[in-house]
T-cell receptor, first 116, second 109 residues
Framework: GAVVSQHPSRVICKSGTSVKIECRSL??????MFWYRQFPKQSLMLMAT?????????EQGVEKDKFLINHASLTLSTLTVTSAHPEDSSFYIC????????????FGQGTRLTVV | GQNIDQPTEMTATEGAIVQINCTYQ??????LFWYQQHAGEAPTFLSY??LDGLEEKGRFSSFLSRSKGYSYLLLKELQMKDSASYLC??????????WGAGTKLIIKP
């Protein structure tokens, strides 16, 4: 089946620094990628939807200047958490959607971010 | 290796009950998630289990047995809108999500 690779799986960073998370579709072209954030025992929260070559669409309440999303190619999207703070510590997950309206989204393995 | 197994496809009748099973083998365990995904849409969170037992949320219930590496999602009073893919995912000791391939549920009138 289709594979989406997300790196890194875990990252610890200091407050004030920036962290980049990569999401790659390995064997298909992802026209759309989703970025989610999940808190323990809570719902998966959609942060933004990105389409290749265009600006990401952010969900209400998500700071676009803090969570920079770049979908520069059909196989790669990146999420950069800028000037990270401890409250940004969370589990971030990406998923990629191929072409067509009835395709499924395939998920990355997730990234656990801890800001100290 | 790490693995999640769930049936590829299931068919059920409107108004009935269906149980979607999921077995997992992971390096450590920090919980199991169920998601619903309609074609062409983003998935939606259904449940999270980390302790053994059954958790009920309206028409949907999720069960976990850690000793058996087994979970199921129970859907009652099936409606046509429940036709979707249901994804099982386990969180391993490194907090990596291990995903199942999804079960496509087809509801017939």
């Amino acid at each position: 089946g289709a594979v989406v690779s997300q790196h890194p799986s875990r990252v610890i960073c200091k407050s004030g620094t920036s962290v980049k998370i990569e999401c790659r579709s390995l064997d298909f072209q992802a026209t759309t990628m989703f970025w989610y954030r999940q808190f323990p025992k809570q719902s998966l929260m959609l942060m933004a939807t990105s389409n290749e070559g265009s600006k990401a669409t952010y969900e209400q309440g998500v700071e676009k200047d803090k969570f920079l999303i770049n979908h520069a190619s059909l196989t790669l999207s990146t999420l950069t958490v800028t000037s990270a703070h401890p409250e940004d510590s969370s589990f971030y997950i990406c998923s990629a959607l191929g072409e067509g309206t009835d395709t499924e989204a395939f998920f990355g393995q997730g990234t656990r971010l801890t800001v100290v | 290796g790490q693995n999640i197994d769930q049936p590829t496809e299931m068919t059920a009748t409107e108004g009935a009950i269906v149980q979607i099973n999921c077995t997992y083998q992971t390096s450590g365990f920090n919980g199991l998630f169920w998601y619903q995904q309609h074609a062409g849409e983003a998935p939606t969170f259904l449940s999270y289990n980390v302790l053994d037992g059954l958790e009920e949320k309206g028409r949907f219930s999720s069960f976990l047995s850690r000793s058996k590496g087994y979970s199921y999602l129970l859907l009652k009073e099936l409606q046509m809108k429940d036709s979707a893919s249901y994804l099982c995912a386990a969180l391993d000791s490194n907090y990596q999500l291990i995903w199942g391939a999804g079960t496509k549920l087809i509801i017939k009138p």
